[in-house]
């Protein structure tokens, strides 16, 4: 018996490693057909997939108000009563704020909007005297600007036929088609709130089911240590996800307060860009500041100063007070490491991955740092970044000699 696990072991393997070759080569070397069924699926499971999304985003929520009742109903309530009233409340709380935001926000956001767009003359004329009495006070940078121009004039004529006509083209297509792609998007998201309903009901025998199936799949110590491993995983995605959704919405709403209490222009418009900027780590506050701050510059100089400091002081609290108050270290990563996954994130999957890219990049290291304490635990070498400081050999004093296959 043991012998027949074992070739059906060997097997195993070798089926893994000729399929991960082929889906190499398909990703590498041929038009990923892979890619495009993965999107075709996705597609079709966009239902599933924001049901999800929902369910995991308001757990917390139905858990709290879950204890919250509990405490003052006592052993009275039945769990079933417990949870629906708890998933009533959530999404209750969610309308409720949906509505107060789009009833706010929506109106300004529209005029903000009109606004700039009857300016935008304006805006033309004022940045184009800059630039004519800039290049008349600078006749060596007008000839280097002209030489420039005539250098790459071509190129852009090039780039436009290659790459703006085609896209242009894609979005008429893309606008004529526009009412049953919205149609479709609500469709799918109706649906996923009913699928989200489903799923905060009944998480418990999810998460059950999912554990029985991993004991079922994988030895007993495996599949604790990969249960281990998700929840680890979730740990830092639900603190960074949830905390950093939770800040930018705070972070927007401090800049729609206070810019409308300063009369900046466009404070609904800013206030919109400022908060969703404010997700991405890092870079955001600067993504979000430089075009706002670019926009006020163009109807008042002064009023783009105030904001510029304004911006200043509201980062500095959310860097230093409500960051940490809501986030904590939710990573567990250095802020070296936040760059890099940033970086990274954005050059792969562009500002989804700028923002998504650190909680992998989280759960990457945790693994890693993981598996390097259990080898040096298994080998009785200290599992301390310290002890390793001095370059100098760190196996145990009682040994005199470095283990086998030491150096």
């Known amino acids: 018996m043991k012998k027949d696990n074992h070739y059906f072991a060997w097997g195993l393997t070798a089926v893994a490693v000729v399929c ?20 075709k699926m996705i597609s079709i499971l966009a239902p599933i997939l924001y049901g999800f999304a929902m369910a995991y985003l308001l757990a917390p929520i139905v858990n709290w108000f879950e204890r919250a009742i509990f405490r003052r109903g006592g052993s009275k309530a039945t769990p079933t009563a417990l949870r629906f009233a708890s998933i009533l409340l959530t999404w209750v709380v969610v309308f409720a704020l949906l509505y107060g935001l789009m009833s706010i926000l929506l109106p300004e956001l529209v005029s903000s909007i009109k606004q700039l767009a009857a300016n935008a003359k304006g805006y033309y004329d004022t940045i184009e005297a800059w630039s004519i009495r800039l290049l008349n006070n600078n006749p060596e940078l007008a000839r280097q600007a002209q030489e420039l121009f005539n250098q790459y004039y071509q ?42 309903l489903y799923l905060l009901g009944a998480k418990e025998n999810f ?9 079922t799949l994988l030895s007993e110590d495996r599949a604790s240590w990969f249960i281990r491993g998700v929840k680890a995983t979730d740990r830092i995605f639900s603190g960074f996800v949830r905390g950093k959704l939770l800040d930018s919405l705070i972070i927007g709403i401090l800049c729609f307060f206070f810019s409308s209490l300063f009369k900046f222009p466009y404070a609904p418009l800013v206030s919109v860009v400022v908060g969703v900027t404010n997700i991405i780590p890092f870079f955001g506050p600067f993504l979000g500041a430089i075009p706002s701050a670019f926009l006020i510059l163009l109807d008042s100089p002064i009023k783009c100063l ?34 890099v996954a940033i ?37 009785g070498l200290p599992v301390s970044t310290a002890s390793y400081a001095t370059h100098q050999p760190v196996w145990p004093e009682d040994r005199t000699e470095p283990p086998a296959g030491g150096q």
Do not use: E, H
């Open 306 to 339: 105030y904001f510029i400091v304004f911006i200043l002081a509201l980062q500095q609290f959310d860097g230093n007070i409500l960051g940490p108050k809501i986030l904590g270290d939710s990573t567990g990563i250095s802020g070296f490491w936040v760059i």
């Open 155 to 196: 190129d852009a004529l090039l780039w436009i036929n290659r790459n703006v006509v085609p896209q242009l083209q894609a979005a008429v297509l893309a606008v004529t088609g526009g009412v049953l792609g919205v149609l479709t998007f609500f469709k799918n998201l109706f649906i996923g709130v009913m699928v989200s």
């Open 343 to 379: 970086l990274v994130g954005g050059g792969l999957w562009g500002v989804a991955g700028m923002f998504l890219g650190v909680p992998i990049f989280a759960c990457i290291y945790a693994g890693v740092k993981s598996y390097s304490t259990y080898r040096l635990s298994r080998k």
């Open 20 to 39: 991960a070759v082929m889906l190499i080569y398909d990703l590498v070397f041929r038009d990923s057909i892979v890619l495009a069924y993965t999107k």
């Open 207 to 215: 998460s059950a089911i999912s554990c029985r199936l991993c004991y």
